[in-house]
């Protein structure tokens, strides 16, 4: 019933910057959130970013706090991550996911819909 699409991964150095979109598409009038989480290599997937299609609350984990911006266009359905100041450490595959309705939390568990993933690969 959704389809979830990331796009925008690639290779930058340490310190770069980098822009993820991630577009839904079919039903979406039935979400209510959109998170970004991310898979690094023998590393369980994490939560990175969190956001609400309504009032457009946003969360984001620790690591990412002052680096990363999430961001919405409820019109084109479609979400954002900009990360800043890049780290090696933030290597990995990030997933877009979107889940039907917030009930607290951001746990992969709670998310629908899944993207295929985009790789990001932050050099030193």
């Known amino acids: 019933q959704v389809q979830v699409v990331e796009s925008g991964g690639g290779l930058v150095q340490a310190g770069g910057s980098l822009r993820l979109s991630c577009a839904a598409s079919g039903r979406t009038f039935s979400l209510s959130a959109m998170a970004w989480f991310r898979q690094a290599p023998g590393k369980e997937r994490e939560f990175v970013s969190g956001?609400?299609?309504?009032?457009?609350?946003?969360n984001y984990a620790d690591s990412v706090k002052g680096r990363f911006t999430i961001s919405r266009d409820n019109a084109k359905n479609t979400v954002y991550l900009q990360m800043n100041s890049l780290k090696p450490e933030d290597t990995a595959v990030y997933y877009c996911?979107?889940?039907?309705?917030?009930?607290?939390?951001?746990?992969?568990?709670?998310?629908?819909?899944w993207g295929k993933g985009t790789l990001v690969t932050v050099s030193s």
């Open positions: 996911a979107a889940q039907t309705y917030y009930s607290g939390g951001w746990s992969p568990a709670r998310m629908n819909y």
């Open positions: 956001i609400k299609w309504s009032g457009g609350d946003t």
